[in-house]
């Protein structure tokens, strides 16, 4: 069945290491968000793509955190160097045309220690 | 920009109704969703309304809109411990072209026996 497919579930990694994860959308959809989870700030969009390029990437740090679409079935996000706040949950969702429901993944819960 | 707010927390018993209510801020927004995150899961869209509609039922869900006053809720009849969860509300706008969700904190619902 079609789904968002995260890599990996979990990472654990030591501060200042480069941290890479990958969605992987439901095929046929043109628009793809990263989403990040806390206990504090809730869910916070960082960056999303429409038809592979960036439309919108403000809510992400520039200086560490990067998105990219290599292909149609394939988004990236990197964080290097990683520090501890980085630690959360982060979603990837996607969907298709204007307005329509995003399918969101199962999520990378990511701790930086 | 866009703000969303929730309660963070509603406890009912079962067999009750829940109404879990937000506000927003964008006037322009096109949709405005209900999601529900069990845990360790993603998101899933749960039901959403059209702007210019003030009411949708879906079986036990009905969403209610005001849009005068930018409050928006979801009451779900008859709940169950299986509708424990966390419940997000987002607004959607079409920007450059693309659906750009903003969520609310989410509410965590907590049935109890």
């Known amino acids: 069945d079609a789904r968002v497919t995260q890599t990996p579930r979990h990472k654990v990694t030591e501060m200042g290491q480069e941290v890479t994860m990958r969605c992987q959308p439901i095929?046929?959809?043109?628009?793809v968000f990263w989403y990040r989870q806390t206990m504090m700030q809730g869910l916070e969009l960082l960056a999303y793509?429409?038809?592979?390029?960036?439309?919108?990437d403000s809510g992400m740090p520039k200086d560490r955190f990067s998105a990219e679409m290599p292909d149609a079935t394939l988004a990236t996000l990197k964080i290097q160097p990683s520090e501890p706040r980085d630690s959360a949950v982060y979603f990837c969702?996607?969907?298709?045309?204007?307005?329509?429901?995003?399918?969101f993944g199962q999520g990378t819960r990511l701790t930086v220690v | 920009g866009e703000d969303v707010e929730q309660s963070l927390f509603l406890s009912v018993r079962e067999g009750d109704s829940s109404v879990i209510n937000c506000t927003y801020t964008?006037?322009?927004?096109?949709?405005l969703y209900w999601y529900k995150q069990e845990p360790g899961a993603g998101l899933q869209l749960l039901t959403y309304?059209?702007?210019?509609?003030d009411m949708k039922q879906d079986q036990r869900l009905t969403v209610l809109l005001n849009k005068k006053d930018k409050h928006l809720s979801l009451r779900i009849a008859d709940t169950q411990t299986g509708d424990s969860a966390i419940y997000f509300c987002?607004?959607?706008?079409?920007?450059?072209?693309?659906?750009?969700?903003?969520f609310g904190t989410g509410t965590q619902l907590k049935v109890e026996l």
């Open positions: 969702a996607s969907g298709l045309g204007a307005n329509t429901e995003a399918f």
């Open positions: 095929l046929g959809h043109n628009t």
């Open positions: 793509f429409r038809n592979r390029a960036p439309l919108d």
């Open positions: 964008d006037s322009s927004s096109t949709y």
């Open positions: 309304i059209f702007s210019n509609m």
């Open positions: 987002a607004e959607g706008g079409l920007t450059g072209g693309g659906n750009k969700l903003t």
